[in-house]
């Protein structure tokens, strides 16, 4: 059993020896590897920067749909006072005369439980 084993390993080493001592396909192999692992823009690298490009588009079609939507809120704001009103209100907490506002804000569970026994 170990002879057919080592006869096989001998075929397979004779082959390998065979197709690399051909100057071409040692030359492409060399080539290969040398892209691959050695190089300063390995393949992997070209990867990686590969996937921050695909991200850095992600960001940028999300930034200009930013833009297009801060545009039209700044257009409803300089033209429909009603609007004005309201982002003052909503962000600034603006009243009219003679109004109060309270403002209401949600307890954290983890708060609650703590005011609950300190009361």
């Known amino acids: 059993m170990k002879d057919k084993l080592i006869i096989r390993l001998k075929i397979v080493i004779g082959c390998l020896y065979k197709w690399l001592s051909n100057r071409y396909i040692s030359t492409l192999l060399f080539f290969l590897v040398w892209i691959v692992f050695i190089d300063k823009n390995k393949f992997f690298t070209q990867r990686d920067y590969s996937q921050k490009l695909n991200?850095?588009?992600?960001?940028?079609?999300?930034?200009?749909?930013?833009?297009?939507?801060?545009?039209?809120?700044?257009?409803?704001?300089?033209?429909?006072?009603?609007?004005?009103?309201?982002?003052?209100?909503?962000?600034?907490?603006?009243?009219?005369?003679?109004?109060?506002?309270?403002?209401?804000?949600?307890?954290?569970?983890?708060?609650?439980?703590?005011?609950?026994?300190?009361?």
């Open 55 to 119: 991200q850095i588009y992600k960001d940028q079609k999300y930034y200009i749909q930013e833009i297009e939507q801060i545009k039209y809120d700044l257009h409803e704001l300089t033209n429909n006072p009603a609007e004005l009103e309201a982002f003052a209100r909503k962000k600034y907490y603006m009243k009219r005369k003679n109004e109060d506002i309270f403002i209401v804000e949600k307890v954290k569970p983890k708060e609650r439980y703590f005011l609950f026994f300190e009361l």
